[in-house]
C-alpha cells in the first residue's frame, strides 16, 4: 500500500494552484473534467478504483480550498 504524502503550502492560493494542476492530469488521462468525473463517480457511475478515488479526494480538496478563497475574496470587498 502507498504511504500518504503530506505536503504543506505558503498560502491556500498556492494549495489551490498544486490541486488544479494535479485536477489537469487526472482530466487529460480520462478525456474528461472533473466536475462530470465527480458527479459520476458520486453517482456510482464509476468504479472505486484507487486513481479515482484519489481523483475524487483531489476534487473535493479543490472544492474546499476554493470556497475558502472565495470567502476571503468575499470579505475583503
Given at each position: 500500500?502507498?504511504?500518504?504524502?503530506?505536503?504543506?503550502?505558503?498560502?491556500?492560493?498556492?494549495?489551490?494552484?498544486?490541486?488544479?494542476?494535479?485536477?489537469?492530469?487526472?482530466?487529460?488521462?480520462?478525456?474528461?473534467?472533473?466536475?462530470?468525473?465527480?458527479?459520476?463517480?458520486?453517482?456510482?457511475?464509476?468504479?472505486?478504483?484507487?486513481?479515482?478515488?484519489?481523483?475524487?479526494?483531489?476534487?473535493?480538496h479543490f472544492l474546499s480550498l476554493r470556497s475558502v478563497?472565495?470567502?476571503?475574496?468575499?470579505?475583503?470587498?
Amino acid at each position: 500500500m502507498a504511504q500518504k504524502q503530506r505536503i504543506t503550502y505558503d498560502s491556500e492560493l498556492d494549495a489551490l494552484v498544486a490541486v488544479a494542476k494535479q485536477l489537469s492530469l487526472f482530466e487529460d488521462r480520462h478525456k474528461t473534467s472533473s466536475e462530470e468525473f465527480f458527479h459520476r463517480f458520486t453517482a456510482g457511475q464509476v468504479e472505486d478504483t484507487a486513481e479515482f478515488i484519489e481523483w475524487s479526494n483531489a476534487y473535493r480538496h479543490f472544492l474546499s480550498l476554493r470556497s475558502v478563497l472565495e470567502k476571503h475574496v468575499s470579505h475583503a470587498a
